[in-house]
Each structure stands twice: as C-alpha cells, then as structure tokens.
C-alpha cells in the first residue's frame, strides 16, 4: 500500500495479482473444488452495474468516425482540431482525451470487479468473513501506528524518500486525507467487529447490568477496542477536516440505524448504545483533546485565504469542464488533459483531480458511467441495512453495519476530496460493497461444517434468549 498504491507499476501489480487469484479460481471451479456462494449468485445486479461501467470505458476509447466525435462529443471535436497541427495525419478519434489514461481505468475497473466477484466467492462461512475482517482492522492499526510514530517524533521517513516537515499523519501514503479515508473504512470494521457479540443480560437489577458491562469490557474484545482507539488516533493525527467529519456522522447514522432496526434485546442495545457512545465520547474527546481534536476544530473553523481560493476556484472551474463534456464524458482518468484548457489565473497549480469524486467521475465517465457506477453502490447500500434488519446472525448483522458506515463515510469525505482515484482506499471500498452482500447472504456456517450432516439453523429464526 505505499503511496496508496497510485503508480502505474503498482497499478499493474495489482491487478496482475487479481488475474491470476481470478484465474486460479476458475481452475478450481473447473475441477469442481470451488462452487458459486449464495453472495455471488445474488450480487448479480451490483456485478452487472460494474461490468456496465467498464465497458462504457473500453467503448470511450473505440475509434469512431471524426464526424461523430463532433456529434458525441463536440468539446473533443474542438479540442482534435485545436490539435491538429502536431497531431499526426490520420489520428484516431475517440471519445476520450487521453486514450492511454483511459485504458487503464478501464484495466484497473476490471481488476475492482474481478475482486468484487473473489470476495463473494470465497467468503462462506464465518471463519473466512472474520479473517476477512480482522485483517481489514489490521492494515489500519498498521497505518494508524506507522502514520503517528511519524508525526509525532517528527521523524519523517517516507517508503520512497524522506518527506520534510508534514508534522501530520500520512502513513504510507503522500497525503493525509488518503490516510483518513482509509482509517474511516477499517475503524468502522472495527466497530462492527466491536458489536458482533451476543448480549445477554445477566439479571434485572443495575448491579447485574455493570457486571455484565465490565465483563464485556474485560472479555476478549478488549484487544480489539484497543485497535480501535489506535486507529481514532490515527484519524485525529491527519488533521483531516472531512475524514473526522465523515467518521463522526456516519458513526451517528449507522449507529442510530443499528438501535432502530436491528433485532436486539433491550440490554444488547444498551450495551451497543454504550459502545458507541464511548467511542464518540473517549475516542473524539478525550483521546482527541490529547493528540489534536482541537486543531482539526480550529481548520475546520478557519480556512486560510489561499486555501479557500484556490479550492473554490477549482470548483467553478470544474463545473464548466463537466458541462462540457456532458452526457458521454471526456474518458475515464482524463481529468488532467481535459481540465488543462479549464485552468485561470487564479488556479496557481496544475490538478491531476477535482478534489471531488463526484465531480471527476461524472466529468470523464459521463452519465452512464457515472449512473451505473453509483446505482452499484446505492445497491450494496441497501444491502447492507437489509442485513441490518433481517439478519439474526450477530456477526453478519455487524458485518452489515461495518460495511454502511464505511462506505457512508467514505461517501462523505470524497465531496471534497478524491479518496476513490487511489487505488488502495478504492480496493478497499470495493471490499466494503462486497462484505454489505456477503453480510445479507451468506450461510452461518462453513460448507465444509454442512458437509458433515449438520444443518445450519434458520438465520431469520430469532434465538433464543438465555435466563439466568
């Protein structure tokens, strides 16, 4: 994950690594060793929606006659001919500003949806969605541990070279706010992790309910809340206004949607009401007051001048770029040629993003890339809160939380930032949409348990409540 992973060389690494995990798979499954889950046979629309985009992409980049260019879209129409004169005769025209950008979005959006499909098809049992999750939490501990252990010894040493005077946490990665959005996905696994337990209340009296409470915190969850509190620290380091701010918020919704929809005792929805309220309480306060809340406070109150010029400046630029290249799209990954012609004074650098996901993504997809891209997510959404609902496994039932308060948070954050342009956060992401479909329906128990003549018991059947 060094540098989020934003190379081409490691771009092509990763999904050289998806191709050869999807071609194994297929050999498996050839050999009748790896059969099709329930996950994968239901997630069908949100792989289609995938699929969709990725071919919008390949067919921005087919070669089309010049003159339906002028039809499809006229804003390339306009900038071919501006290029004509060190253009060589017998260009070939395509939707896109940049052919090669857009063939490996194309290429890496094909690796997004081969692990998309590896995750639904390896994922079936619980082992493997708690292995799954565990090391989910364990790269952010990693990244928050290596990220503070940076800032604040002040000891900058950067994968690839020294970085000089950052003084926040940006871990592996070269800017802050990829950091955040990573942690905001890997703290609310975490969190879910947290409420996967069953609550049983040990008695009617408050004595019984504080020693049910203290025994939950002396359990073996214990480590766990300690690599959340690691990971908090982390947010807080990067100094990330909308990280903190779309950690807190998707927090406050999942965590209400959880109380009001989920099926739970009333002392298990205490307990988790508790949870979550030391978790805004100890981790954002407390822990926050210590390690620097304030300062995200007082950047989220004062924007220095330049700073709010020259992001608000990008904005009404892009706005006009997107219009332009509206409804087809400039090509996916264009951003950078195509926003160049876009570019005023008072814009005093060169960007390669729009510094909004929303905005770069209907820009270069258009609205079909775009619609099919954000209809996939809206799905695992939905997914996610049905599991939420309907799922009496506690850990599936958690698994749906975690994977709605990452994928809102990270919803969140890329208003103002372009956390889904680097490929790590975006494979993450991804990982996040698969777990929402694997929480709403995978089986309790390992096939190879089934395997043995035990039936797995009626996930939507309520368990029984134990009495002490």
Known sequence: MPLGSNRTWAVFLFSAMAFILGALWLLLHAHGRAPLTTPFR?????????AASLLWAVLQ???????????????????????AEVVEPGVTA?????AYYTRLAAFKGLAYLILFALLLLLARGHRQVTWLAYSLVACGVLEALYGSAKSLTGLEFGFFGQEVAKGVATGTYANRNHLAGLLEMTIAVGIGLLIAGRFSSPGHGWRDWLRGAAGFLLSNKAPLRIAVVIMAIGLVLTRSRMGNVGFATSLSIAGALYLLIAPSSRFSAGMILAMLASIVLIDLLVIGSYFGIEEVARRLEETSATEASNRVDLYDYAMPYVRDYLPFGSGAGSFFAAFLPYSGQEVIKQYAHAHNDYLEFLGEWGVVGFTAMGLAV?????VAVSALRQRHDALLRAMGFASFMGIVALLIHSSVDFNLQIPANAAFFVVLMALAWISAFCHQHDPARASTGRHAEDEHKPPRRRHQ
């Open 61 to 83: 980049d087919m070669p089309i006659s010049p003159s339906w260019i002028e039809v499809l879209s006229p804003q390339a129409a306009r900038l071919y001919s501006s290029l």
């Open 94 to 98: 395509v939707i896109s500003v940049d």
């Open 42 to 50: 239901k997630a069908w629309p949100a792989s289609v929606l995938m």
């Open 378 to 382: 809206v799905l695992s959404l939905a």
